[in-house]
């Protein structure tokens, strides 16, 4: 029982880093922007499968298409924003309805191109498996993806503590018209964070595509995710992301392991109702200090 506990403890550890690498992403936009990219699981699915037709279509590893999976998330991301930027009057609703139109087009441009097939890497060192401590095991994919998300995720809070586009960043979140008074171009800044987005996106669909499977719907389903850990972590807080994420894969891992798969989903949803009924702000205060 306690090596069956240990194991799905260290399953949800890693599939937090999955979701928190996802999660991410939509937060740097919600801080710049005030709005909810409900296009953002979209873009993850994009670069999934950008790198399936690389492996499948020419034969090559799925890390050699992540710079080209880059391009096509980060074109579709701009593309995004162009349209975001053009929303004058309830920007709050209008780029909600906007994105989850967005995000619609790109699952069925998917489906169309790809079909409803389940799709995964072939590749065996991805598929291999490790044992961690003689104990616990994972598949290479896996113990991969949540070290990558670990060093991006640290890449950009450090980026947000200590370069002046970061800071910049974190001076928009905070107050957009005193940056603007200080001589921060919103626009500029506001497409960066599009960017820097797109790469984290690029990466996780990338290690969603190695580590588990992709199929068209899953876009929205990330997306749901990702807002759920970002309300979690107090709507701005980078560390709290990767906090609120690894709770939501642990609950979600225990559930599988002693109830049962089908209430994976609901014990995620519970938790985050009772944080949110305990703490409405969330668990790190949910100020707009963005990377605190």
Do not use: C
């Not at 690389?54 to 593309?79: C, F, K, Q, R, T």
């Not at 349209?83 to 441009?109: A, K, V, W």
């Amino acid at each position: 029982m306690f090596e069956l506990t240990l194991q799905a403890l260290f399953s949800g550890l890693l599939a937090g880093g999955y979701y928190a690498t996802v999660a991410v992403g939509l937060a740097l936009v919600f801080g710049t922007m005030r709005v909810i990219n409900l296009a953002h699981g979209e873009l993850v699915l994009l670069a999934a499968y950008v790198a399936y037709a690389a492996e499948s279509n020419y034969g090559v590893s799925p890390v050699l298409a992540i710079p080209v999976a880059l391009v096509i998330v980060a074109a579709a991301s701009a593309l995004v924003y162009a349209l975001l930027s053009r929303i004058d009057q309830d920007r709050e609703i209008n780029s909600l309805i906007l994105t989850f139109g967005l995000g619609i087009i790109l699952t069925n441009t998917i489906l169309s191109i790809w079909a409803a097939d389940i799709r995964s890497t072939s590749d065996p060192w991805f598929q291999d498996s490790m044992v961690v401590a003689d104990t616990l095991f994972a598949m290479n994919a896996e113990v991969a993806a949540f070290v990558g998300g670990l060093v991006l995720m640290a890449g950009v809070w450090w980026w947000l503590n200590h370069s002046w586009q970061g800071r910049a960043v974190r001076a928009l979140s905070s107050n957009r018209a005193a940056a603007t008074l200080m001589g921060v171009n919103p626009r500029k800044i506001e497409i960066l964070s599009f960017m820097i987005a797109a790469l984290l996106a690029t990466f996780a669909g990338f290690a969603i595509y190695t580590g588990k499977t992709v199929f068209p719907a899953l876009g929205h389903v990330l997306t749901v995710k990702a807002f759920i850990i970002t309300v979690l972590a107090g709507m701005g807080s980078i560390p709290g992301v990767l906090i609120g994420a690894v709770m939501i894969g642990v609950i979600e891992s225990l559930t599988v392991t002693y109830l049962s798969a089908s209430l994976q989903e609901l014990a995620g949803m519970i938790l985050f109702l009772v944080v949110l009924f305990v703490s409405p702000s969330g668990l790190f205060g949910g100020g707009r200090a963005l990377a605190r």
